[in-house]
């Protein structure tokens, strides 16, 4: 079974950073795709970020590039997304997602392709 616990969300003012970690207890998931979402309040779950098993692709929203970054540390079994500049429409609860399939082809942005998802860490950010 694969087991994903978000942690490192909080409070913090526009303009500040978190950095979010996404750890694997039990089964790892160094050889699956990760990816992270996100969802406000009264609005649809969307992509934020998406990484390659082996890190050697990566996959942004227009809405993050250039202030998010997504790593992952296969030996750790833990994927983080490292937030700067962050803004107030970027409070959401944010949860980690392993594609549980060997996919050809460019990294899925599509919450539908991804298998198994953590419960979620809390993001605000306020103005």
Do not use: H
């Not at 409070?11 to 699956?32: K, M, T, W």
């Not at 980690?96 to 605000?124: E, F």
Request: with cysteine.
């Amino acid at each position: 079974q694969v087991q994903l616990v978000e942690s490192g969300g909080g409070l913090v003012q526009a303009g500040g950073s978190l950095r979010l970690s996404c750890a694997a207890s039990g089964r790892g998931f160094s050889r699956n795709d990760m990816g992270w979402f996100r969802q406000a309040p009264g609005k649809e779950r969307e992509f934020v970020a998406a990484i390659r098993w082996n890190g050697g692709s990566i996959n942004y929203a227009d809405s993050v590039k250039g202030r998010f970054t997504i790593s992952r540390d296969n030996a750790k079994n833990t994927v983080y997304l490292q937030m700067n500049s962050l803004k107030p429409e970027d409070t959401a609860v944010y949860y980690c997602a392993v594609d549980g399939l060997r996919r050809a082809g460019t990294l899925t942005t599509s919450l539908n392709d991804y298998d198994y998802w953590g419960q979620g860490t809390q993001v605000t950010v306020s103005s």
